[in-house]
């Protein structure tokens, strides 16, 4: 799978290190500065920690925009801690699973799977058990939106290089999408849409095992 279509598919992970960046590009993306946060931008990024730490079951869709303004949509799936569920509505034919440990992408049309560590994808941000944005990322800009709020954050330990911006509402606070923008600047932007807590989702949501017959496979 190209890195193109890998950041259409997962939407969450276009901050992975592109194959065949030069050491030059690498190091020109330095360690990323905290911002001097005022005692209201500080009291927004507590609002968002707690309300993404109480975040167990949810259910939403979600529509997604590349860089090239192609739009996809799906189903979204979230059981924290750990996993996540995007099922691209057909045409895509595309689906993207985290288990708690890798984020697995399968495309049905290219039949190609792949598997992603997640601890290198700004999806991790959202499902680790103990959500801490004063830790293991840098927070570089919180802003205001005209219905909410907006968190930028960085991976303190460029394991995953790129930034992620997270976008909540006020009232009641709400996780409305996020965009991730990569090395080379190109952005994936994902909206949910009646999104909420949910229960009894189906455990095997979060399982994708590459479906491909074992002699198909490369």
Not at 51 to 76: C, E, M, N, P
């Amino acid at each position: 799978m190209t890195t193109r279509r890998f950041l259409i598919a997962a939407g969450m992970a276009a901050v992975l290190a592109p194959a065949g960046i030069p050491s030059g590009a690498l190091a020109q993306n330095a360690a990323p500065v905290p911002a001097p946060l005022t005692a209201g931008q500080k009291a927004l990024l507590d609002k968002a920690t707690a309300y993404v730490q109480g975040l167990g079951s949810a259910k939403g869709r979600f529509v997604q925009t590349d860089q090239r303004g192609t739009r996809t949509q799906g189903t979204f799936y979230l059981q924290r801690p750990g996993k996540a569920r995007f099922a691209y509505d057909p045409p895509a034919g595309l689906l993207v699973v985290s288990n708690g440990n890798n984020v697995n992408i399968f495309d049905s049309r290219l039949k190609t799977y792949e598997s992603y560590p997640l601890s290198k994808t700004p999806l991790n941000l959202l499902l680790a058990r103990e959500v801490r944005l004063d830790r293991g990322v840098v927070i570089t800009d919180v802003r205001p939106l005209a219905d909410g709020f907006t968190i930028v954050a960085q991976d303190a330990k460029r394991q995953a290089l790129g930034k992620i911006s997270l976008d909540f509402s006020n009232s009641p606070v709400g996780l409305m999408g996020w965009t991730v923008t990569d090395i080379k600047g190109g952005q994936i932007r994902v909206r949910l849409t009646d999104f909420g807590e949910t229960s009894g989702l189906d455990p095997k949501l979060f399982v994708l095992t590459d479906p491909r017959p074992k002699t198909g496979r490369p």
